[in-house]
């Protein structure tokens, strides 16, 4: 199994500009995480999808945040328009389930640069 | 929010026990997770307990205590390789998870 993956794993960018961060959950995975960790606010949840649908993104910080599945097996975070303060590294992961009793498995995450 | 108070930093020597300890609010709870983080790396899974007691997984294990609000991980035979941060995170109202802030965890010779 290939685990999780995101890409891309870097991204360097200018403010002002679009940003499409791309994750595709372990097959047979039907719940859907995104994440942001910095140093300043640590790991937290944006939001999740169980079974493509959004579930809570109360953790979205605002509308220039937006995030879509389309299918099971691809999901999309955007930020337009970037801002500096969006640097960090956003993980996305995936789980059998939606409770927090299963594991969540992380992909190694997108390094996010907004100059 | 939520808050969740786990120590920043602990310090032990290989072959030591370490206890990560972490409380978190009580109203809509469910579960308490702990995650490991390597540094440069991605959080992965070690443990989740919804009941009081100890969960033991090898070399770690998990407590939860639900009437204290508290939980602690347990590091025994400590090894370099453990030398990670570690997150606790709760699972409350069905539909939100928090993590904590983190612990560094140095593991010396």
């Known amino acids: 199994d290939a685990g999780v993956i995101q890409s891309p794993r870097h991204e360097v960018t200018e403010m002002g500009q679009e940003v499409t961060l791309r994750c595709k959950p372990i097959?047979?995975?039907?719940?859907l995480f995104w994440y942001r960790q910095t140093m300043m606010r640590g790991l937290e949840l944006l939001i999740y999808?169980?079974?493509?649908?959004?579930?809570?993104d109360s953790g979205m910080p605002e509308d220039r945040f937006s995030a879509k599945m389309p299918n099971a097996s691809f999901s999309t975070l955007k930020i337009q328009p970037s801002e500096p303060r969006d640097s960090a590294v956003y993980f996305c992961?995936?789980?059998?389930?939606?409770?927090?009793?299963?594991?969540?498995?992380f992909g190694p995450g997108t390094r996010l640069t907004v100059l | 929010g939520q808050s969740l108070e786990q120590p920043s930093e602990v310090t032990a020597v290989e072959g030591a026990i370490v206890q990560i300890n972490c409380t978190y609010q009580t109203s809509g709870f469910y579960g308490l997770s702990w995650y490991q983080q390597h540094d440069g790396g991605a959080p992965t899974f070690l443990s989740y307990n919804a009941l009081d007691g100890l969960e033991e997984t090898g070399r770690f294990s998990s407590f939860l205590s639900r009437s204290d609000s508290y939980g602690y991980l347990l590091l025994q035979e400590l090894q370099m390789k453990d030398s990670a941060s570690y997150f606790c995170?709760?699972?409350?109202?069905?539909?939100?998870?928090?993590f904590g802030s983190g612990t560094k965890l140095n593991v010396k010779p």
């Open positions: 999808f169980n079974n493509n649908v959004p579930i809570d």
């Open positions: 992961a995936s789980s059998i389930g939606a409770g927090g009793n299963n594991e969540q498995f």
């Open positions: 097959s047979g995975h039907n719940s």
């Open positions: 995170a709760v699972w409350k109202n069905f539909n939100k998870f928090y």
